[in-house]
């Protein structure tokens, strides 16, 4: 039994927001494999991760896992590497490693310049144009810009 990938796979789910995934299964045995079922060993006990898969794989064929974590938007953890492990009644065992990386739902304001610079006379007064947008995951409220003293 192997996962098709037996290094893992590194996600980047969205905090508060169901992340779908896809693992392929292959049995690399003439011989059926039955009573199919997973476990995630490590995972936050904050986080859950449903799995949909089928019970029973026969020899040399492969199957599809599908899987749902879902990392709350108020989870302190952020980071974390946790395994996907499959035993079936014939003893057979596979491993996937996952690591998550969670996109926190907050405001990433970016301005188009790092930099504001322009030059003024005394008593008139210069537009400086400049562009901020918000490159986060929530909406930013209560955005105030402030201008420095002169």
Known sequence: MLFRSDIGAAIRPDAGVPYNGVVEL???S????????FSAD????????????????????????RYQLLVPSSSARLRDDFVLR??????????YQLSAEVVPLAP???ASQNL?????????QTLVPITIRNE???AATNV?????DL
């Open 108 to 110: 990433k304001l970016v």
């Open 86 to 95: 499959l035993t079936s009644q014939e003893g057979v065992t596979a491993s």
């Open 30 to 37: 003439d011989l059926p494999v039955t009573n199919l079922s």
């Open 136 to 138: 986060g995951r929530a």
């Open 116 to 124: 504001i610079a322009s030059g003024m006379q005394v008593g008139d």
């Open 42 to 65: 490590g995972l936050p006990p904050d986080w859950s991760l449903q799995i949909q898969a089928d019970s029973s794989l026969d020899g040399f064929k492969t199957t599809q896992i």
């Open 144 to 148: 105030r810009l402030l201008l420095p």
């Open 26 to 28: 292959r049995n690399l």
